[in-house]
């Protein structure tokens, strides 16, 4: 089971930390990211860490201003978000595949979700 936490309302500019905790230690091992879903679209990729940590892959719309982050000892996944934007406004979710870092920037590439947690931007 995943369970995010961390999402509120902020001002444009400002800056959201995510979390998203594991409640089993099988997640160790399985590549994690973050997905995002706006009202009246489609959900969509957002970031990815593989299992060790040592590979990232970001959307464009997010490089250089979201950070992902695991710590393997406390089964926490974390997305770091700065300068953030109206656009970003979504609710986030945490995913987890066990088929690779590759991957998981598709839908199809996550096994497990978390239920989601709402970040609002305000302009």
């Known amino acids: 089971q995943l369970v995010e936490s961390g999402g509120g309302l902020v001002q444009a500019g400002g800056s959201l930390r995510l979390y998203c905790t594991a409640s089993e230690r099988t997640f160790i091992s399985l590549a994690m990211g973050w997905f995002r879903q706006a009202p009246g679209k489609e959900r969509e990729f957002v970031g990815a860490i593989s299992w060790g940590g040592s590979r990232l892959n970001y959307a464009d719309s997010v490089k250089g201003r979201f950070t992902i982050s695991r710590d393997i000892s406390n089964d926490t996944l974390y997305l770091q978000m700065n300068s953030l934007k109206p656009e970003d406004t979504a609710v986030y979710y945490c995913?987890?595949?066990?088929?690779?870092?590759?991957?998981?920037?598709?839908?199809?590439?996550?096994?497990?979700w978390g239920k989601g947690t709402q970040v609002t931007v305000s302009s």
């Open positions: 995913a987890a595949g066990s088929r690779g870092f590759t991957v998981l920037k598709s839908l199809d590439g996550v096994d497990y």
